[in-house]
Every structure is written in structure tokens, then in C-alpha cells.
């Protein structure tokens, strides 16, 4: 199984700041047609996950753009710029290459 | 406008089957490129995929639980179910589906609210 590592486990950040969470994968995420199918969720307190960005650094439908997702092969980085009191939740990456589809552990982002 | 509802048992004793059924609308799990998952989350833990159905019937499941998994839909109905064979208290969780346009975005792009399940003697 592909294993997602992220880091930090959690955080904590003033509004208005920006932050950083990073996901390491165990296997490059590149498809046979040339996609990383490399994800983004948020899971606000209480709710479902939510899509936030597909495929590396796409947004999906109604995400700010604040948010934004980087990286290639092995190696993603997703950042919030300026921070909002609604982002709060725990952030997760997942991957959809290869079976099993797979989570990373989380990142709990917090309000200070 | 795309939603998805999961409905189960609620509580069930171990060694029973568990029956999962995910109604939704606002898309056809006949169109090409869309799927749909099953994903469960123990009370404060992370997100665990379990299996997923597409629209020509492909199937694939987690092999961590070997072969315990059915899953199925009803196309004309807009449903998709999920069963889980011999539970043990391990499967307590609240198990969502999701859709996945597997062809465009290819994650899980639209989610249910969730349906706690507990399995307890």
C-alpha cells in the first residue's frame, strides 16, 4: 500500500497568517496517462471532508484561492494564505493512483 | 445539485453482516467516468477506504479486509450499497460514500453526511 505521511500532525495560527502542511507519499504519484492524482480534503469540526484541490494544485468548485497545492512525484505541500477562522478542521491528503486509495493521517489545523 | 445519503443499521452484534445503502441524486452512476466509494472513520481517527463501484460495473476493493466487501448498485434507483461480513467492534465507525469522477478530478469530489455504525454485544 501507498503510505501518505504528513506533517505536522497539527498546528496552530492566527488569523491572517499563513501556513503550510506537507505530504509525503511512498511511491511516485504519477499515473500511466501522466496525472498525479494527489488530493487535498478538509474536514471542518463535525462535518463530512470536503474536496478542496485535485491533481496537485487544481481547486475545486467554490474553493478560495487561498488555498493553493504544490509538488510532483512523492512530495506535495498544501498552503492557506491568510488564514480565516473557517478553515479550521483537519486537513487530509489522498491519493487515488494506485489500489488501494489512500489517506494521509491528517493535520489539525487550529485558531490561536 | 449532487447529494449523497448513507443509511445502515445503526448497531449491530458482532460475527453479523453489516448492509450499507447510499442513495444520491443529482448525478447517474450510468454516466461515464463516475464512481462511487465507500469510506469509514473510527470516532477520532483518520479516513480508511473501503471499496468503490463505477459505472460499467468495475469493481475494487481494500484488501485489508480481505474478502469481507460486497459492493453493488441499483442504477435505475440511484443507489449504491456496501456489505460487510462477520463485524467486529474494529468496524465501529462512521462509514460515507462519495462520489469520484474518475475521467476529470479523479478524487472524491462530493460526500454524504455519514452514518454511524456500532458493533457491540
Known amino acids: 500500500d501507498v503510505v501518505m505521511t504528513q506533517t505536522p500532525p497539527s498546528l496552530s495560527v492566527a488569523i491572517g497568517q499563513s501556513v503550510s502542511i506537507s505530504c509525503k507519499s511512498s511511491?511516485?504519484?504519477?499515473?500511466?496517462?501522466?496525472?498525479?492524482?494527489l488530493h487535498w480534503l478538509l474536514q471542518s469540526p463535525g462535518r463530512s471532508p470536503k474536496r478542496l484541490i485535485y491533481q496537485v494544485s487544481n481547486l475545486g468548485s467554490g474553493v478560495p484561492d487561498r488555498f493553493s497545492g504544490t509538488g510532483s512525484q512523492k512530495d506535495f505541500t498544501l498552503k492557506i494564505s491568510r488564514v480565516e477562522a473557517e478553515d479550521l478542521g483537519v486537513y487530509y491528503c489522498?491519493?487515488?493512483?494506485?489500489?488501494?486509495?489512500?489517506f494521509g493521517s491528517g493535520t489539525k489545523l487550529e485558531i490561536k | 445539485q449532487v447529494t449523497l445519503k448513507e443509511s445502515g443499521p445503526g448497531i449491530l452484534q458482532p460475527s453479523q453482516t453489516l448492509s450499507l445503502t447510499c442513495s444520491f441524486s443529482?448525478?447517474?452512476?450510468?454516466?461515464?467516468?463516475?464512481?462511487v466509494s465507500w469510506i469509514r472513520q473510527p470516532s477520532g481517527k483518520g479516513l480508511e477506504w473501503l471499496a468503490t463501484?463505477?459505472?460499467?460495473?468495475?469493481?475494487g476493493y481494500n484488501p485489508s479486509l480481505k474478502n469481507r466487501l460486497t459492493i453493488s448498485k441499483d442504477t435505475s434507483n440511484n443507489q449504491a450499497f456496501l456489505k460487510i461480513t462477520s463485524v467486529d467492534t474494529a468496524d465501529t465507525a462512521i462509514y460515507y460514500c462519495?462520489?469520484?469522477?474518475?475521467?476529470?478530478?479523479?478524487?472524491?469530489?462530493?460526500w454524504g453526511q455519514g452514518v454511524m455504525v456500532t458493533v457491540s454485544s
Open positions: 489522498a491519493q487515488t493512483t494506485h489500489f488501494p486509495l489512500t
Open positions: 443529482g448525478f447517474s452512476l450510468s454516466t461515464s467516468g463516475i464512481c
Open positions: 511511491q511516485s504519484l504519477v499515473y500511466s496517462d501522466g496525472k498525479t492524482y
Open positions: 463501484i463505477c459505472w460499467e460495473d468495475s469493481k
Open positions: 462519495a462520489r469520484r469522477p474518475v475521467i476529470t478530478e479523479g478524487t472524491f469530489d462530493y
